[in-house]
């Protein structure tokens, strides 16, 4: 009760409810409108608490089904899932709690991994080091992403650096690797410039071409629509040299502009952003 003091207001979760203290727990919980996790060994049991936790008034409820491997933590993730999806069974419809904490950081960081793929709602872990982190948040943040449609970021131009009005122009597409490569090296040249990204539908430089995703017209108009000629002080575009071919016919529809071809890889961007800037 003295926790819970210093948590009024943001939903705390009390965690270690048992069928043997779950009364007392559930009458703190419900003086500091609190959520509260419950554990018990076996699916069995777990159903039995979480129904007995409901009929006392509680229905914000995590549940610890107490797996001590890997493995029992996946079988005890799956059932929970498919009693709950498959067939219904509403005393195990809710969020699932695994602590995975090894003496092994590696091994703890895998045993994670598998709970977020694997119907896990909370990871506890034993520390947040920013490598394991790194991992955990990525492999999480594309558990859900459709693997046929490619990674995406927003159309816009990007500012790179401390950029000025004569700062260089380029232009990639919005596939989502391709942008972030792309923006790495102009910013590993130190040469601040804008990044015009243009939307492909995630599509890289030669995919989006060959599909008409990234044509001279297509080009134009964004780069017109953008209204970019109103932040540089030059209109000059530099295309990706793989696209080289696009050079005269963007010149024809971006009147007064002048193309220049880049360089055709991405890594070949600072030595060639340096000698313009020299």
Known sequence: ??????????????????????????????????????????????SA??????????????????????GEMLEANTLIRRAAVKKSFKALGY???NFVRRDNALLETLVASLGIMKYSSVVVVSNIDKWKNLALFALRQNVYTDPQVPMQVEQKI????????????????????????????????RVPARLAVMDS??????????????????IAQFIKESGIENDVSHKELIIPGYVAILSGAIEDKLEGWKITVGPREANALPAF??????
Do not use: C, H, Q
Request: glycine share 10%; charged share 20%; proline share 4%.
């Open 49 to 70: 608490l979480t129904e007995k936790v409901k009929s006392l008034g509680i229905d914000d409820i995590v549940i610890d089904p107490r797996a001590k491997t890997a």
């Open 95 to 97: 969020p699932i709690i």
């Open 1 to 46: 009760e003295a926790a819970l003091g210093n948590f009024t207001g943001k939903n705390p979760l009390l965690y270690g409810v048992t069928d043997g203290n779950a009364e007392a727990m559930v009458n703190v919980a419900k003086a500091a409108k609190a959520s509260v996790g419950l554990k018990a060994a076996g699916i069995d049991a777990l």
């Open 273 to 278: 952003l340096k000698s313009r800037a020299a």
């Open 201 to 218: 539908e995630g599509l890289s430089v030669l995919t989006a071409w060959a599909a008409g995703k990234f044509t001279a017209g297509k």
């Open 158 to 189: 990007y500012s790179i650096g401390d950029v000025k009005p004569e700062s260089p122009l380029l232009i990639t597409t919005n596939f989502s690797l391709t942008y972030f490569i792309v923006s790495g090296e102009v910013e590993n040249s």
